[in-house]
């Protein structure tokens, strides 16, 4: 099984950006198809984006298209998460979350269907 650990996390004022990482060990991290997801404080776990395996699909919730950007690099086992135009609402626990799957090209966009999870870093938006 992998492990994930998130890092990236912090306070920043509207508007700025952060890049969340999260690093996978243990089992090759190009089987899994991989996403982030948020927890505001009182709110449920939502999800942000997701990746195939091979890197060639994407899919982001609706909030916060064009301003979010996933990626990932096999070759390092991590996964990232470029934030820009951070607004206030943003602030959240961000999570990352992996699956191992056969297709290299379907991206899981409910949190259901992983089934490896990180610690969480938090990001935190001043007004």
């Known amino acids: 099984q992998v492990q994930l650990v998130e890092s990236g996390g912090g306070l920043v004022q509207a508007g700025g950006s952060l890049r969340l990482s999260c690093a996978a060990s243990?089992?090759?991290?190009?089987?899994?198809?991989v996403g982030w997801f948020r927890q505001a404080p009182g709110k449920q776990r939502e999800f942000v984006a997701a990746?195939?395996?091979?890197?060639?699909?994407?899919y982001y919730t609706d909030s916060v298209k064009g301003r979010f950007t996933i990626s990932r690099d096999n070759a390092k086992s991590t996964l990232y998460l470029q934030i820009n135009s951070l607004k206030p609402e943003d602030t959240a626990v961000y999570f990352c979350?992996?699956?191992?799957?056969?297709?290299?090209?379907?991206?899981?966009?409910?949190?259901?269907?992983?089934?490896?999870w990180g610690q969480g870093t938090q990001v935190t938006v001043s007004s």
């Open positions: 990746i195939s395996r091979s890197g060639g699909n994407t």
């Open positions: 243990g089992r090759a991290f190009s089987l899994y198809a």
């Open positions: 979350a992996a699956v191992a799957i056969a297709s290299r090209d379907y991206v899981p966009r409910q949190a259901p269907e992983y089934d490896r």
